[in-house]
C-alpha cells in the first residue's frame, strides 16, 4: 500500500502559468481533499470529493479546479497561478466524514 | 478567521516536563480530531475524540473533549524529544475538517 502519493514534491511557477498537482490514492477511499498550509493559518480545505463524479467547494477554493473521474484520483488545477498561491499543498483521503483522514507528503509551491 | 483558537502558538520545554495545549472554539463539533505533522511531512492522526466529557490516553498524550463538545486539550506527561512537532487539533463537521492553526513543540533533552 502507497497510501496518499502526491506529484510533483516541489514547483516554482512564474505568474499566470498553470499547472495540475496530482494525487493518488490505493486505500479505496471515497473521501478526498485539497488543503493549503500557510505559516500561522493551519490546514484550509480548498475543495473536497465524497465520491467519484462529485466534488464541493471548501474555505478556500477560487483560483483552483478539480475533478473526481475515479475513486484513485483527486487532481487540483492552478488556472493562473498568483503569489498568493505560494504555499504548501496537501492531499489527504477517508472512508467519511469525522473519520481519520490520511495526508500524502504534500507539495511546496512557489509562484513569482 | 480561524473555527478553532490553539494555544500557546509555540512551547519550548525541557525534557521530562509536563505540558499542555488547548483547543478552543464557539462551534460545536461532532467529533474533534489532534494531529501530529513532522517538517516536509504530512500530518498524521494521534487520536480522535467523540463524546462530550471523553478522556483518551495514548501512552503519555492525555486528550480531553470538553463537555460541550467545543473545546479540547492535549497533555504530554515527562516529554521527550521525539515529542517534538507541529500538534494540530481539528473540528469535524458534515464531511469537512476544520483545522487550527497549530501548536510548535519543541523538547530540548
Known amino acids: 500500500n502507497a497510501g496518499v502519493t502526491q506529484t510533483p514534491k516541489f514547483q516554482v511557477l512564474k505568474t499566470g502559468q498553470s499547472m495540475t498537482l496530482q494525487c493518488a490514492q490505493d486505500?479505496?477511499?471515497?473521501?478526498m481533499s485539497w488543503y493549503r498550509q500557510d505559516p500561522g493559518m493551519g490546514l484550509r480545505l480548498i475543495h473536497y470529493?465524497?465520491?467519484?463524479?462529485i466534488t464541493d467547494q471548501g474555505e478556500v477554493p477560487n483560483g483552483y479546479n478539480v475533478s473526481r473521474s475515479t475513486t484513485e484520483d483527486f487532481p487540483l488545477r492552478l488556472l493562473s497561478a498568483a503569489p498568493s498561491q505560494t504555499s504548501v499543498y496537501f492531499c489527504?483521503?477517508?472512508w467519511g466524514q469525522g473519520i481519520e483522514q490520511y495526508f500524502g507528503p504534500g507539495t511546496r509551491l512557489t509562484v513569482t | 478567521t480561524q473555527l478553532l483558537e490553539q494555544s500557546p502558538q509555540f512551547l519550548s520545554i525541557q525534557e521530562g516536563e509536563n505540558l499542555t495545549v488547548y483547543c478552543n472554539s464557539s462551534s460545536v463539533f461532532s467529533s474533534l480530531q489532534w494531529y501530529r505533522q513532522e517538517p516536509g511531512e504530512g500530518p498524521v492522526l494521534l487520536v480522535t475524540?467523540?463524546?462530550?466529557?471523553e478522556v483518551k490516553k495514548l501512552k503519555r498524550l492525555t486528550f480531553q473533549f470538553g463537555d460541550a463538545r467545543k473545546d479540547s486539550s492535549l497533555h504530554i506527561t515527562a516529554a521527550q524529544p521525539g515529542d517534538t512537532g507541529l500538534y494540530l487539533c481539528?473540528?469535524?463537521?458534515?464531511?469537512?475538517?476544520?483545522f487550527g492553526a497549530g501548536t510548535t513543540v519543541t523538547v530540548r533533552a
Open positions: 470529493s465524497v465520491g467519484a463524479g
Open positions: 489527504a483521503s477517508s
Open positions: 486505500m479505496n477511499h471515497e473521501y
Open positions: 481539528a473540528g469535524a463537521n458534515d464531511y469537512k475538517l476544520s
Open positions: 475524540v467523540v463524546t462530550g466529557g
